[in-house]
């Protein structure tokens, strides 16, 4: 399983920016999905999940409201999209997939990841 993060780039406050991460293999239907991002000189930290149906989400406290994930599994593709962007979600932004299906919050249970993707909101 291959992932491959875009959509990253340079946005001012309060703008907006759709992250799109795509799958390779023909079972992208059957993984839970989860973005993380991780700043300079900070641990990785869970931003949003979302179940192989796409029934279930769920978002950190400091991007609820303000970012929606979403899949479409007929494109083997996961979006993240995110508005009234703030400085401190700068950070480069990594897809990720599990065998679950459920979606997880934690890093530890996902196994596969992409090379990610550089967000920088600035003031």
């Known amino acids: 399983v291959q992932l491959q993060a875009s959509g990253g780039g340079l946005v001012q406050a309060g703008g907006s920016l759709r992250l799109s991460c795509a799958v390779s293999g023909r079972t992208f239907g059957r993984y839970g999905m989860g973005w993380f991002r991780q700043a300079p000189g900070k641990e990785r930290e869970f931003v949003a999940t979302i179940s192989w149906s796409g029934g279930s989400t769920y978002y950190a406290d400091s991007v609820k409201g303000r970012f929606t994930i979403s899949r479409d599994n007929a494109e083997n593709t996961v979006y993240l999209q995110m508005n009234s962007l703030k400085p401190e979600d700068t950070a480069v932004y990594y897809c990720?997939?599990?065998?679950?299906?459920?979606?997880?919050?934690?890093?530890?249970?996902?196994?596969?990841w992409g090379q990610g993707t550089l967000v920088t909101v600035s003031s």
């Open positions: 990720a997939a599990e065998n679950t299906g459920y979606g997880d919050s934690r890093t530890s249970s996902y196994g596969y």
